[in-house]
């Protein structure tokens, strides 16, 4: 990315969605719990909530059932930022990195940026595997058209749940 793109963006509030999960404890807590601690961060407006879907876990399947949403938001942070500050998120909640697509209190992914294409060893944009998992196109789906969707792997459970 070009320094007067940056500069350009760095006053700016930039549309992004993130994806959310959890398959450990109070599943719905940590949820919550996760968009309180986007919600404290002044670079970050919370705008869009879908509503919560079960899911099937995907990857490694001997685990718990998923919990997962999809939220829109605008930040000033740059992408990278934004990663990192999700990850400070998910410590915070005692995610830990054991097993890959394993058990997790939360899992927060940044699926897309603006119109931003980007592939670095350490973030892809728009996320690569987004199109592939249900549990991100349906509630993306939902924030983009108002309907819920439902497959037998991903199930609607709470609606309106989150009011911020």
Known sequence: MREDYHAMMANEMIQAYLSLGSNLGDRLVYLREAL???ERNDAIRLEQVSSVYETDP????????????????????QPLDLLH????????????????????TIDIDLLIYDKINMDTPELTLPH??????????????????????????????YTNWYNH
């Not at 995907?58 to 942070?77: C, E, K, S, W, Y």
């Open 36 to 38: 309180i601690e986007l």
């Open 58 to 77: 995907v990857g490694f399947t001997d685990q718990p059932a998923f919990l997962n949403i999809v939220v829109g938001i605008r930040t000033t942070l």
């Open 85 to 104: 500050f999700c990850q400070a998120v998910e410590i915070h909640l005692q995610r830990e990195r054991i097993v890959r697509w394993g058990p997790r």
């Open 128 to 157: 690569p595997r987004m199109g592939e998992r249900d549990f991100v196109k349906i509630p993306l789906a939902e924030l983009q058209t108002g309907e819920i969707g439902c497959t037998e792997g991903v199930r609607p459970l």
